[in-house]
Each structure stands twice: as structure tokens, then as C-alpha cells.
């Protein structure tokens, strides 16, 4: 009896802290190898460590906003719901990663000289508009608790989190921006976000589709 | 043999303590040596002939300002392993793992153009008679990091010498071996291939100005530019073109590539200049590779003493 009553309560448990630890592996594994650099040892972020984990930090955080946008078109495609309040925290791994890359940005890479940081993000066209996308994300982080979701009121807060699409969109000009010559990468990428945009215009397309064919027939 | 008596050894032939505690691999390096010895192409470097004032010169050791900071040699590995050469790829480590199987022998290279003595020559020709040095200089990669390489070549104004420009002739172009059956990166339009650079005459002609073909005492890896390449240490990286098939003395400025491919972000000149940021970094700060903390660009990468001259009377913000 308690068995079956504990099991459901159990296993989301383990869902739960199977994705948390899946996320955050990122981290750790980064963090390992910047420890590795830091003392001269070789480690995957290459012969300049501040470049790898600058680059890595950032696309990390663009897998997390794919993965994030993804939630939504995987639950409608699969029925999987369980999968709803994951994207939570999905999105708040998504804003953990894109504020490492600026955290390593300004204290590796500029070595914490704010005067630089200022005069660099406004020289730099692609500094700022990456720099716009992480601070849209602020708002985003400070509203996901539950309840600032009940604050807000569920309509209110939704819409102010379709910021998302605002920082996809940012996001993937700065990583555009960002590259020297080959493109290959963010195209990718951004092959990735275009289909899940897609896949949103086409479901409010059907909806509305749907919403206006019992009127016509009403009318009939 | 020259037996000399040890006052005659000049500081600069002295093994350094690394190589001597190195030795068996310097010994198993210098037996693969053996055949571009016998052929005068390749002196291994620690007992080059280089006169030591070259080396200490070229080092800017004159240069560094008030509070020197050490220019320690790139460890061989790093440099042969981080590269940008994107006729083998885009990423750092692709050249050393792509550039294996270029086939650098025979190799031949066209003089045309405003020379008396245009050809094809083989580059063993090209090379005959001149003595490989030693040159340890700064390489500063237009990414905003940098090297200390041990280059082993000969000035490229002897070469130039040998083919005697005519007095019209202003400009020098090079450019790359085009084959994208050995150069896997030239299948892709990343570039407009093949790969162009180009100097002044007066640049080209400048005692610093070498035509490498060893680094650290060792023939040139293929992903370092292997068998000839470029290098101008008071410029960015990228004009140091690698895997040369053609030099042409012209009297118009020539097209170069990356100066082709983003006008305003890759000049002609390409000097180390602090003071003209590239459109998307600063460019007053540099990271040796190896090092975390940034160390400043010097202006002309610490040769101005040597180079500045070529460029008076002329705004380096304009021509870039």
C-alpha cells in the first residue's frame, strides 16, 4: 500500500534530479577543465583556456534556450506533460550559463577592468546586442518563482516571458556576429530556432483556424 | 671541423639548459635533420649561424619598456598544434590534424612578374647557396593573442636578390598552393582561395622579412606553413602565408585575401598597432598563449625601432 502511494512521489524525485544533475553537468565538466588550465595541466578548452570556456559558457547557453523552446513542441508532439515543469528549469540553467559567459567575459577575458567593460560593450555592435539579450533575461530569471507567477497573474506573466523569443533571436546575431569567418555554427543553431519558431507559427495559425471554423459554421 | 676555443662561442650558440635536459629527443631530431642538412636547406637552429646581435635585436629585448616582461619560447607542441590555417580547417586544431598528408617534395615555386630572372624554380634552386638562420620572434595573431616562435629561414631579400627585381617593381604578392585534394578546407568557399598576401618592396626587402623553412631547429610542420612560408614579425599573423607556389614583383598594390574578404576589418598593412582597435576587439592587449593575464601590444610588435622608419609621413589609423 505505501509502497505505490510513495512510488509516483519517488520517481519524480529521480526525474527531477536526474535532469538537475544532467544540466549542471556542463558546469562541472567546465569547471573541471578551467582548474585543469588554470594550472598548466592540458584540458579541453584548448591551447587558450579564457577562449574555450568563453566560447563554451555561450553555446551551452544557446543549447539551453533551444532546449527550453523545446519543451513546449516536445509535449505537444509526444503528450509527455510530465515534462511542463521542467522548462523552468531549463530556462533558469539557460540564464546560469549565459551569465558564466559574461562572468568569464569580464573577469578572465577583460581581467575585471570595468572602464574596458564599458568602453568594449559600447564600441562593440555585438557586445551590446548580447549584452541586451542577458539583461532581458533578468527579469525572466526574478519572475520564475511561483510566487511571482501568482503576483503577476498567469496571462501577465506569460506574456512577459515571450521575451524568450527576443533573446533567441538576440542571441543568435551575437553568435553570428561573434565569428570570424566560418558560420557554420550558429547556421546550425539557428536552423534549430527557426524550427522551433515554425513549429509555434503553425500552431497559432491551426488555433485560430480552429476558432473561427465554429463561428462560420454558426453562421451558416 | 672548425674547432674553436671556447672565448670564440658566441652566447647564442650555447645550448640552452631545456634543450641539454632535452637532449635524446634534440639527438633523434637532428638524426631526421640529417637529410635537409645534406641538401643546405636546414641548419638545426641551436648551432646556426646566425649572428646573436640578430637575434637579441630582432627579440626587441631594446624594446620592452620599463618593466620587461619575459618572451619565453611557445612550447614546440603548442605551436604545432594551434594554428590558423583554414586551407586544413577553421579551428585551431584542425591544421594539425588535416596537414599530414601535403606532400611538400618536390616542391616548386614561380618568380614572375617585374624580375629579371622570372621562373620556376625548384625550391631547393630558390634556396641554393643561402644559410638557414635562427630568428626568435614575436608572432602576434590578429585575434589578440600571441607566440614566441624560433624560426629558421633565410631573409627574403636575399631571395629576392637572386631574382633581381627591375626598378618598376613595387610590391611583392605570394600565394598559396591551390589543391583542394591535399587541402581539405579549399572544398568550402570560407576564403576566396587561394590564398593571397603581399608586402612593399621595402617590407619585403627588410632584414627582419624572412622566408622560413624550419622552426626550432626542425623542418617546418606542414601545418606551420611547411616548406615555405612568410614571416613578418612586426605584422599581424595572417600575412605570414604559408605553403608559398608563387611570388610576383608588380608595381600595383596587390589584392590580398583576408583584405578581400573584410575590407574594413583586415588591411593591406596589417602592422601590430595598439592604438587601431579591429572593428569587433580591442587590440591594446594581447594573451601569450600559455598565460592567463593579458600583456599590452607593443606598436609594431616591439620591432618599431627596426621598422617604424618604413612608415613615415604616412597615417597608420588610415592605412591599417
Known amino acids: 500500500m505505501a509502497t505505490t502511494a510513495l512510488a509516483p512521489k519517488l520517481r519524480k524525485r529521480l526525474v527531477w534530479l536526474a535532469i538537475f544533475l544532467a544540466s549542471a553537468a556542463p558546469a562541472l565538466y567546465l569547471g573541471w577543465q578551467l582548474w585543469l588550465a588554470w594550472n598548466f595541466r592540458s584540458s579541453d578548452l584548448g591551447k587558450d583556456p579564457v577562449k574555450g570556456i568563453e566560447h563554451a559558457t555561450g553555446e551551452t547557453a544557446i543549447r539551453f534556450l533551444a532546449l527550453t523552446l523545446a519543451v513546449t513542441p516536445v509535449r505537444q508532439l509526444t503528450g509527455w506533460n510530465w515534462l511542463a515543469p521542467y522548462r523552468r528549469m531549463l530556462g533558469l540553467f539557460m540564464f546560469f550559463y549565459a551569465s558564466a559567459h559574461l562572468a568569464v567575459f569580464y573577469a578572465l577575458d577583460l581581467e575585471m577592468n570595468l572602464g574596458e567593460v564599458a568602453t568594449e560593450i559600447v564600441k562593440r555592435p555585438y557586445l551590446v546586442v548580447g549584452f541586451v539579450a542577458w539583461l532581458l533575461l533578468v527579469p525572466l530569471a526574478l519572475t520564475s518563482t511561483k510566487g511571482m507567477i501568482r503576483r503577476l497573474g498567469g496571462k501577465r506573466w506569460n506574456r512577459l516571458h515571450k521575451a524568450t523569443y527576443a533573446v533567441a533571436a538576440l542571441g543568435m546575431l551575437h553568435y553570428f556576429w561573434s565569428q570570424k569567418k566560418d558560420i557554420t555554427d550558429p547556421l546550425l543553431f539557428s536552423l534549430v530556432f527557426v524550427a522551433l519558431f515554425a513549429w509555434r507559427g503553425v500552431r497559432a495559425w491551426q488555433r485560430r483556424a480552429a476558432a473561427v471554423r465554429p463561428l462560420r459554421e454558426r453562421a451558416a | ?320
Open chain 2, 1 to 320: 671541423m672548425l674547432i674553436r676555443r671556447p672565448d670564440d662561442i658566441p652566447s647564442a650558440e650555447i645550448t640552452p639548459e631545456g634543450v641539454y635536459h632535452d637532449r635524446r629527443r634534440f639527438l633523434g631530431a637532428a638524426g631526421t635533420l640529417g637529410l635537409g642538412l645534406a641538401t643546405g636547406l636546414v641548419t638545426p637552429g641551436l648551432l646556426s649561424a646566425c649572428a646573436p646581435g640578430d637575434v637579441r635585436e630582432a627579440n626587441g629585448e631594446v624594446e620592452r619598456g620599463a618593466q620587461p616582461l619575459p618572451d619565453d619560447r611557445t612550447p614546440y607542441e603548442t605551436a604545432t598544434t594551434y594554428n590558423n590555417y583554414y586551407e586544413f580547417g577553421t579551428d585551431k586544431e584542425d591544421p594539425s590534424a588535416n596537414a599530414g598528408a601535403l606532400r611538400t617534395r618536390p616542391w616548386s615555386v614561380v618568380v614572375e612578374g617585374l624580375v629579371k630572372r622570372p621562373a620556376t624554380y625548384a625550391l631547393d634552386d630558390l634556396l641554393k647557396g643561402l644559410t638557414p638562420i635562427e630568428r626568435v620572434y614575436r608572432m602576434r595573431c590578429v585575434e589578440a593573442w600571441s607566440m614566441v616562435i624560433p624560426w629558421l629561414g633565410v631573409p627574403l631579400r636575399d631571395v629576392l636578390a637572386r631574382v633581381e627585381p627591375l626598378p618598376s617593381a613595387r610590391f611583392v604578392e605570394f600565394t598559396t598552393l591551390y589543391d583542394p585534394k591535399q587541402m581539405p578546407g579549399q572544398r568550402g568557399g570560407v576564403l576566396p582561395w587561394p590564398y593571397k598576401e603581399g608586402l612593399r618592396l621595402d617590407e619585403a626587402q627588410h632584414p627582419l622579412t624572412l622566408l622560413a623553412t624550419g622552426m626550432y631547429g626542425k623542418a617546418l610542420p606542414n601545418q606551420n606553413g611547411a616548406p615555405l612560408r612568410l614571416v613578418v614579425p612586426w605584422k599581424y599573423g595572417f600575412k605570414g602565408i604559408k605553403a608559398i607556389v608563387k611570388i610576383r614583383l608588380t608595381d600595383k598594390q596587390p589584392r590580398t585575401t583576408w583584405n578581400d574578404a573584410a575590407a574594413n576589418e583586415y588591411g593591406f598593412y596589417a602592422n601590430v598597432n595598439p592604438a587601431v582597435d579591429h572593428p569587433r576587439w580591442s587590440q591594446a592587449r594581447e594573451r601569450r598563449i600559455g598565460e592567463f593575464r593579458r600583456r599590452p601590444t607593443l606598436p609594431f610588435n616591439g620591432y618599431g625601432e627596426q621598422v617604424a622608419s618604413l612608415y613615415s609621413g604616412m597615417d597608420l589609423r588610415r592605412d591599417f
